[in-house]
């Protein structure tokens, strides 16, 4: 491995000692508290401006390090800044957070982090919504059932966590009321695109801050009006989905009262990054092939052309990775029809587009909330928080 690639991350701003080390084990579940029972209003309070908690790498990021060595430094990181584990299981859906075993080809992928590549993965394993050898993260390499556990190769796709945030509200955001005209109303069904352009600047601005808070990023007034009645029928929880919590969630070590302590970052061996899959992957395949004696190659090889082909796959790589001067969609009529943003799905192209324009007035407090993910991951901080922080040292 790289010398150490950077094994110690450097702060670029005076760290809080107030911000809770364990934040990632209950920041989705409702109680607006850390385990210290300190809420997290006074915490943000007490961490704003120059108390702003970040971390950039020394030397490597996630562009440098190859698949082995991104697993390696996650592992490192998230252990030294003591965010490894929780004492709960979670969230628990059908299938985010899960695994996806081939006993054939000794392969597991996950756990499976929504809006990280996960519908691809799942399609890989024979179908995006029951894909089959789908079994939780007690099972896997945890498993005394599992027959050679020194023959499977485990890896997980994670992505830039701003990009991860702004997908969330994209496949989220149509799901709350909003604000138009003063008046709240539904941007949900057929009509939804021209009812989002209706609204003015600030209105689309405050629908988006209420999105932050209700994930619990930002201080914003109450939210609860803004949340939809249909919102209900695709969660098992009023409020909450499997899209909400960040990267970091899904990797942590984690207590059950029925399976006990549960192993789930040590058994990770590779770290697939979604910008650069092509790659990640083949490294994947070639470690998975040296461990398995061949027995991974063919399904290596039969998904890697089947992913390349697939238009979806295509398509969500080009729209965050392409960088395009921002327009104004919902005055450009032509460039909202050529881009995707009117019809029915219109509504998630148009939340995904003016989320990169809002995001800046909430940058300061987003990054904190995605501090570890950005630094564990070894993703660069977004050019408008590193301005905020530099603003207020």
């Known amino acids: 491995m790289r010398a150490t690639v950077g094994l110690h991350l450097a702060c670029i701003v005076l760290v809080a000692c107030t911000l809770p080390r364990r934040l990632l084990g209950r920041r989705h579940f409702g109680d607006d508290k850390d385990f210290s029972g ?22 490597a990021s996630f562009s440098d390090l190859s698949a082995a060595e991104a697993a390696t430094l996650l592992k490192t990181c998230m252990r030294e800044h003591r965010v490894d584990r929780r004492d709960n299981p979670g969230m628990v859906t059908a299938w985010a957070g899960n695994l996806i075993i081939n006993e054939t080809a000794k392969v597991i992928a996950g756990p499976l982090i929504p809006k990280s590549g996960s519908t691809s993965l799942r399609a890989m394993f024979g179908d995006p919504d029951k894909p089959h050898g789908l079994v939780g993260r007690a099972s896997g390499k945890n498993s005394p059932t599992l027959e050679h556990p020194e023959l499977y190769t485990q890896f997980a796709v ?36 021209n009812m989002y352009c209706r609204a003015s600047h600030q209105e689309k601005n405050q629908h988006f801050a209420e999105f932050l808070a209700h994930m619990g990023i930002t201080n914003a007034t109450d939210t609860k009006p803004a949340l939809h009645q249909v919102f209900g029928r695709f969660t098992g929880r009023q409020g909450y989905n499997e899209h909400m919590p960040n ?33 990640d992957f083949e490294s994947v395949r070639e470690g998975a092939s040296q461990r398995s004696n061949g027995q991974s190659d063919a399904w290596f090889t039969r998904n890697h052309e089947a992913q390349r082909a697939d238009k979806t796959y295509r398509m969500h790589v080009a729209v965050d990775d392409v960088n395009t001067r921002w327009v104004d969609l919902c005055a450009d009529e032509e460039a909202r029809r050529r881009l995707g943003g009117t019809g029915e799905e219109g509504i998630m192209t148009l939340l995904h587009h003016y989320a990169w324009f809002f995001y ?30 530099r603003g207020n040292t």
């Open 158 to 193: 994670v992505r830039n966590p701003l990009r991860h945030l702004i997908d969330v509200y994209k496949e989220t955001g149509f799901k709350y009321d909003m604000v138009i005209g003063g008046v709240r109303r539904s941007i949900w069904g057929l009509h939804a695109s």
């Open 38 to 59: 300190q809420s997290l209003a006074s915490l943000r309070e007490s961490s704003a401006g120059t108390q702003a908690r970040t971390f950039i790498a020394e030397g």
């Open 360 to 389: 800046r007035w909430h940058a300061l407090e987003i990054c904190q909330f995605l501090v570890y993910d950005f630094a564990c991951l070894r993703y660069p901080l977004p050019e408008a928080c590193q301005i905020h922080f």
């Open 247 to 279: 990267q970091l969630h899904w990797l942590q070590d984690y207590h059950d009262f029925r399976d006990g302590n549960v192993t789930v970052l040590e058994n990770i061996d590779y770290l697939v990054r979604l910008e650069r899959f092509d790659e």
